[in-house]
């Protein structure tokens, strides 16, 4: 995956992003919060030469002084140093705890040395630095000073000349800090941030690896092998409508859709099926629908169409157009009445047939005899018949209505059908032999990044807005024009 894709895949996981960035800055913020402030005092020596004392000149001596300097620091921060420190101001620390919050260095070509005490208290900082720097001059003399002249100094109680030749003068003495220098609450966000977006990272490549979803229509054309005969984009304001084809509506849904009934004609020209079933491998997919707005377009189109509902176990046809549900494809099929006394006007040129009462047997009844009867009845009047059936992996219903049909439709929804579930899905319908003629790809991502399509979930307690113009826009149409050209 190459840099732009990845992004597009960041931009699409947005909640997964924004998610790590809080925990990213939540965590800094905790670290500043539970972090114990330090304060940092310091403290600066020159070392000056005794002239006169194993050295000729001035000159001498500050050569002298900068070559022995760097050596001095590295005495600072050790036991001879720290011991009589921990023992004057009573600290709890041992020599060497108190070592390692003792930092010392020469700038180059100087005769200073800077001495950097850290304490969680800033007195008690100060005071540290002030004691190491008092002991560090005493410890530094008496290492300069030659045993003879030692012996010389223990011997004679009035000799007051100093024997070593180098002095260390405090030049600035350690203030009590004001702020604490650590935590840093910047560098801590800046951190939290930065792991924030680490984890992001991961998270959506791990997401990535383990998601096998469809996400564009070429994946899933080169999935099944079949031809994607439509791309319906995703719009969230059509959530609880299904229709999106009519005389008016030029949205890019609808226009879609109109798309699919192109593509579905001229891909079948040299032999157009009268009979095609839409199903999708799971419910949820989008395949209700299809089917409703696939017969809206052919009828937009000029086609006498009729729209079945035989989705026995979960119809919603009726309800998406505001029809009667009780009276429909069950009732003909148990003799209780015929084709054309059962069917529902749903425009000038749509004909619905309701699923009818909901049947304890929906698997027999949907490969029956007499189903393949009422197909072919309905194909010598209509010039195409819809057939909305149930998903093909939950439960058998599809299968032997599929094999009465002159085609099949399969649904795959973007970003939410997976590729076992689609191959499944494409395998079981080639083994019953059935004519495949292609997929469509809904619920799709749009080509400018803005969300077209619907949605709806398939057995979900939402009951499908009706229509409650359709009875009026019905009548409008067959008033207007009766033997009328295409819309």
Known sequence: MDLRGYLK?????????????????????????????????????????????DTSDLTQGQTFSQARVQSYASIVATRRVTQPVVSELGLKYTPEELASRITAEAPLNTVL????????????AAAIADAVAEQFSTVVEKLETPKQAQASLRDSEEAKAPASPVSLRITQQASIPEKPVSPKWLLDLAAGLLGGLLLAAGVV??????????????GL??????????????????????????????????????????????AQVDDRPRVIVVTSPVPGEGKTTTSVNLALALADAGMRTCLVDADLRRPSVAGTFGLVQDAGLTTVLIGQARAEDVVQQAGSRLTVLTSGAVPPNPTELLASERLGEVLRELADTYDVVIVDSAPMLPVADTIGLAQLADGVLLV????????????????????????????????????????????????????PVPRPAIAHEVAAEAAAAPGSGEK
Request: proline residues 3%; positive net charge.
């Open 221 to 266: 054309g080169e999935l099944t092998s079949l031809p994607v005969l439509g791309s319906i984009p995703y719009d969230r304001s059509s959530v609880r409508q299904r229709i999106a084809v009519d005389s008016t509506n030029t949205s890019s849904r609808a226009e879609a859709f109109r798309k699919l009934r192109a593509n579905l004609q001229f």
């Open 9 to 53: 895949v960041l931009a699409r996981r947005w909640p997964t992003v924004l998610v790590c960035l809080l925990l990213g800055i939540g965590a800094g913020e905790a670290v500043t919060a539970l972090t114990t402030p330090v304060y940092e005092a310091r403290t600066q020596l020159f070392v000056a030469t005794r002239t006169g004392v």
């Open 113 to 124: 040395i800077n001495i950097t005490v850290r304490d969680t208290i800033p007195a008690r």
């Open 205 to 218: 490549s791990l997401r990535e690896a383990l998601d096998t979803t469809i996400k564009t229509s070429d």
């Open 412 to 463: 795959v929804r973007a970003s939410k059908t997976g590729r076992d579930q689609i191959r499944n899905a494409a395998e079981l319908l080639n083994r019953t032999g059935v004519r495949m003629l292609g997929t469509v790809f809904s619920m799709a991502s749009s080509f400018k990044g803005k969300a077209y399509g619907y949605g709806y979930g398939y057995g979900s307690a939402e009951v």
